[in-house]
C-alpha cells in the first residue's frame, strides 16, 4: 500500500480484499480518502496482462497530478479504459487519467518501482529499459525523468542510466541520490555499488563513498535526506569494500569517504524497506528481528540526535559556547546535537572571574573538543577572581 497527501485527501494506491457496508473494495486500487468526512472514493482500477488485477509500486504528487507506478497495462474509471505502460496519471480538476509520454509514447518499458517529485520533474526508477514506450521511446535504464510534457534519460558525457535495477531515489537541491542492485552508473563508464549520485544540472554521474553491500543480491531499498546526511536502508551487511560492517542502514554525510555506522546496525537477516524521520527519530521497517540487540518486529527506531548536558561549576561566572551552534549557556544546559561530529567547546570568563578547567567527557583548560558518538557530559568551572585573592594570603 502507498498513501500520500493529495489536495486535503489522502490518496490510497493498493489491493484492497476487505469488504464494508459499502461493498467489497477488491476492484478499487486508487482511491482518495477524505478524513474530514470519512468518505472513499475510488477513481481507477488497475490490471494487468500478467499480474492482474495489477501491481501498484509507488504514487507520486505534483501540483493536480497524481502518478501512480507499478506495473499494470490499463487503468479504468466511469470513462472507459485507458491502455498504459506501468504508469497514469490523474488529474483532480479534469478528473480524468492520461498517459505520461508524448508524440504516441505511452510509460515505460519495464517495471516502476519507485517515483520522486523533485520540483516539476518525475524521476522514475525500476527494472526499465526505455521511457516513452513505443514510436519515439528514449534509451533510458533503470532511471528516466518525466518533464510533464516529455521523457528524458540521466545523461551525462560518460553515457547514461545504470547498469541494474533502481529501487530507492532521493534528492537534496543538488543531486538525485539512487539506490538499488547496480555496479555501475553512466552507461559502465563510472563504478558506483548499489548507490550514487546524479546532478540535477545534468553535470555528471558519481559514486556515493564507499558503496553498499558486497553479495549479488544485496539491494539499497530506501533513501532519505535528513539535514546534513542521506541514509540509506536494505539488504546489505557491509560497505561494498568489506571496510565497514553496517547492519543493512548506514548514513553518510557529503564529502565522508566512508559510510557511518548507525549504532549496532540491524539483525544479519533483515531488509530494510522504508525509512521515516519524524522529530529525532528514524523509524525503519522491513523485515527486521533484531534492531541492535533489542528483539524487534518489523520496525524500529533510532535516536537521530542525542544529549550534551553542560553544568557550569565554581564561584566565578562565564559562557560556553559549541560549534556546531547549540550551546550558548552561562548556566546549567542540555542541546541535542547530531550523532558522530566533533563539538568545539569554548568557554568565556566573565568579569572578575577566570577558566579554571574541564571535567566530564574533556579535561585541561584549552577548547573541548567532543567526539558526540553517544551522550556526552561535560563541567566547566569558573573561578572568582576574588577567592584567588584571598587565597594569597592565608
Not at 508524440?103 to 526508477?125: A, C, K, R, S
Request: with cysteine; aromatic share 10%; hydrophobic share 40%.
Amino acid at each position: 500500500m502507498e498513501v500520500k497527501e493529495f489536495h486535503g485527501k489522502l490518496a490510497i494506491a493498493a489491493y484492497f480484499g476487505d469488504s464494508n457496508s459499502s461493498g467489497p473494495l477488491n476492484e478499487h486500487h486508487v482511491l482518495l480518502w477524505d478524513p474530514s468526512t470519512s468518505t472513499r472514493e475510488s477513481i481507477g482500477d488497475l490490471t494487468d496482462a500478467t499480474f492482474a488485477p495489477g501491481l501498484t509500486r509507488d504514487i507520486a504528487v505534483i501540483g493536480d497530478d497524481l502518478y501512480v507506478g507499478g506495473v499494470f497495462s490499463s487503468v479504468t474509471d466511469q470513462h472507459g479504459t485507458l491502455e498504459v505502460n506501468d504508469i497514469a496519471r490523474w488529474n483532480r480538476v479534469t478528473r480524468r487519467w492520461s498517459v505520461v509520454g508524448s508524440d504516441g509514447g505511452n510509460g515505460i518499458d519495464g517495471q516502476i518501482m519507485v517515483l520522486q517529485p523533485v520540483g516539476e520533474d518525475l524521476f522514475v526508477g525500476g527494472s526499465i529499459f526505455h521511457a516513452n514506450a513505443g514510436p519515439g521511446q528514449v534509451e533510458a535504464h533503470h532511471v528516466a525523468r518525466w518533464d510533464g510534457q516529455q521523457w528524458h534519460a540521466l545523461v551525462a558525457p560518460e553515457g547514461e542510466g545504470a547498469n541494474g535495477p533502481v529501487y530507492s531515489i532521493a534528492a537534496d537541491d543538488q543531486y538525485l541520490y539512487v539506490g538499488g542492485r547496480f555496479q555501475t552508473v553512466a552507461g559502465v563508464q563510472v563504478p558506483a555499488v548499489r548507490i550514487a549520485r546524479w546532478r540535477l544540472d545534468g553535470g555528471a554521474w558519481e559514486a556515493v563513498a564507499n558503496g553498499l553491500g558486497t553479495h549479488s543480491d544485496d539491494t539499497v531499498h530506501a533513501l532519505m535526506i535528513e539535514g546534513d546526511w542521506l541514509y540509506a536502508g536494505g539488504r546489505f551487511e557491509h560497505s561494498a569494500d568489506q571496510a565497514q560492517t553496517l547492519g543493512h542502514v548506514a548514513r553518510w554525510k557529503p564529502g565522508d569517504p566512508q559510510w557511518s555506522t548507525m549504532g549496532d546496525g540491524l539483525g544479519p537477516f533483515s531488509r530494510v524497506q522504508k525509512l521515516l524521520a519524524q522529530a529525532d527519530q528514524l523509524y525503519v521497517a522491513g523485515s527486521i528481528s533484531l534492531a541492535g540487540t533489542n528483539s524487534s518486529r518489523s520496525i524500529a527506531r533510532y535516536q537521530l540526535r542525542g544529549a550534551l548536558d553542560l553544568s557550569i561549576a565554581g564561584r566565578g561566572t562565564g559562557r560556553v559556547i559549541s560549534a556546531p551552534a547549540g550551546i550558548n549557556c552561562a548556566s546549567n544546559c542540555v542541546a541535542q546535537f547530531e550523532w558522530d561530529q566533533d563539538i568545539t567547546l569554548t568557554a568565556q570568563a566573565g568579569a572578575s572571574s577566570t577558566f579554571a578547567g574541564w571535567s566530564g567527557d574533556c579535561a585541561g583548560a584549552g577548547t573541548c573538543v567532543v567526539q558526540f558518538d553517544r551522550a556526552r557530559f561535560v563541567q566547566a568551572t569558573f573561578d572568582s577572581e576574588a577567592d584567588l585573592f584571598a587565597n594569597d594570603f592565608e
